[in-house]
């Protein structure tokens, strides 16, 4: 069972940035694709960012394409969502999510099997 613990989640004004962290303690994340897939009030889940654990491929949705950065390290069996310039539209419950080696960019939250409890971003003055 893969437990995925969500971290760096805030309050921050419009313009501003936050870095979530994702890690999976007792568990090596190599090998396992790591999406963050948020859900704002009212609306269903979104994937925002996916990156592969076979190549590294990273995808990123339309919403936050040149403003968000996924990485991970491996050393610190961490990934990790970079959120600049942040937007009112960006505040939601973000999850880190697992699955086996590929993100399926057919799915809407990228295909993942296991989840993270969740942390708040809210983007407001």
């Known amino acids: ?22 890690a999976a303690p007792g568990f090596t994340l190599d090998y396992y694709a790591i999406a963050w897939v948020r ?11 996916c990156i592969s654990g076979s190549d590294g491929s990273i995808y990123y949705s339309d919403s936050v394409k040149g403003r ?6 491996n ?13 009112p539209e960006d505040t939601a419950v973000y999850y880190c999510a697992a699955q086996y ?11 993942m099997d296991y989840w993270g409890k969740g942390t708040l ?5």
């Open 121 to 125: 971003v809210t983007v407001s003055s």
């Open 68 to 73: 968000f950065t996924i990485s991970r390290d």
């Open 1 to 22: 069972q893969v437990q995925l613990v969500e971290s760096g989640g805030g309050l921050v004004q419009p313009g501003g940035s936050l870095r979530l962290s994702c």
């Open 101 to 111: 080696y590929h993100c399926d960019g057919n799915s809407n939250t990228y295909g």
């Open 39 to 49: 859900q704002a009030p009212g609306k269903e889940r979104e994937g925002v960012s």
């Open 75 to 87: 050393a610190k069996n961490t990934v990790y969502l970079q959120m600049n310039s942040l937007k």
